[in-house]
T-cell receptor, first 112, second 113 residues
Framework: DTAVSQTPKYLVTQMGNDKSIKCEQN?????MYWYKQDSKKFLKIMFS???????INETVPNRFSPKSPDKAHLNLHINSLELGDSAVYFC???????????FGQGTRLTVV | SQQGEEDPQALSIQEGENATMNCSYK?????LQWYRQNSGRGLVHLIL?????REKHSGRLRVTLDTSKKSSSLLITASRAADTASYFC?????????????FGKGITLSVRP
C-alpha cells in the first residue's frame, strides 16, 4: 500500500497550458505539503495545508492553486505553464510538528 | 530564506569508511530531521532529533544536535555502496497552527565499492 501517492509521475506539456497534479495520503496525517525540487536538487516548500486549511503559501505565483477537498488529498493546479515551472514536484504529509514526513515519488514536470 | 544548509555539498568516500555530514540553520526549531533521496526517487525519512535532545542513534546512523550553535551532524558508520544518495536536513518550526518543514540544499554522498 502506497502511503503518499501522486499522479502523474511524468508530465510533458507546452507553455501556456494548464495542468494538475494529484496527491493522496492514506496515513491519517493532518498536514500536507507541496515542494518543488529544481535541477540543483534544492527543495523549496510551496504550500502547507493543515486539516484542509491553507497554512503556508511561500510567495508562489498565483498561477499555482492548491486545492484540498479533504484531509487526505492535496491537488496542485498550475495555469499558464512557463518554462521555469519545469521541475520535480513532491507531495508530502505528516502530523503537524511531531513526526517524520512521508513523500510521494514525485512528478517530473517538463514544460516545452 | 533557506533555513538549513548542509556541508559539504558533495562527499566521496570508500566503502567501509565513515561519512559525516553537517547542517546549520538560522532560527529556533522544534525538531531537526535527516532524509535520504536516491536518484529519481522521493525522500525517505532517516532520523528525527528533538530540540531538547543532543544525540540519537539508529542502526549505523548517529545524529547530533547543538542548539546553541544551531547545527547538526549526521554520521553514517561503515558506509556501503548502497548508501550512495543525496542527504537532506530539514528543520521543523511550529508557530501557532503553522508547522513548516524546511529543507537544505542537500549533500551528494558517493560511496565507492
Amino acid at each position: 500500500d502506497t502511503a503518499v501517492s501522486q499522479t502523474p509521475k511524468y508530465l510533458v506539456t507546452q507553455m501556456g497550458n494548464d495542468k494538475s497534479i494529484k496527491c493522496e495520503q492514506n496515513l491519517g496525517h493532518d498536514t500536507m505539503y507541496w515542494y518543488k525540487q529544481d535541477s540543483k536538487k534544492f527543495l523549496k516548500i510551496m504550500f502547507s495545508y493543515n486539516n484542509k486549511e491553507l497554512i503556508i503559501n511561500e510567495t508562489v505565483p498565483n498561477r499555482f492553486s492548491p486545492k484540498s477537498p479533504d484531509k487526505a488529498h492535496l491537488n496542485l493546479h498550475i495555469n499558464s505553464l512557463e518554462l521555469g515551472d519545469s521541475a520535480v514536484y513532491f507531495c508530502a504529509s505528516n502530523h503537524r510538528g511531531a513526526t517524520e514526513a512521508f513523500f510521494g515519488q514525485g512528478t517530473r514536470l517538463t514544460v516545452v | 530564506s533557506q533555513q538549513g544548509e548542509e556541508d559539504p555539498q558533495a562527499l566521496s568516500i570508500q566503502e567501509g569508511e565513515n561519512a559525516t555530514m553537517n547542517c546549520s540553520y538560522k532560527t529556533s526549531i522544534n525538531n531537526l530531521q535527516w532524509y535520504r533521496q536516491n536518484s529519481g526517487r522521493g525522500l525517505v525519512h532517516l532520523i528525527l532529533i528533538r530540540s531538547n535532545e543532543r544525540e540519537k542513534h539508529s542502526g549505523r546512523l548517529r545524529v547530533t544536535l547543538d542548539t546553541s550553535k544551531k547545527s547538526s551532524s549526521l554520521l553514517i558508520t561503515a558506509s556501503r555502496a548502497a548508501d550512495t544518495a543525496s542527504y537532506f536536513c530539514a528543520t521543523d518550526v511550529i508557530t501557532g497552527a503553522n508547522s513548516k518543514l524546511t529543507f537544505g540544499k542537500g549533500i551528494t554522498l558517493s560511496v565507492r565499492p
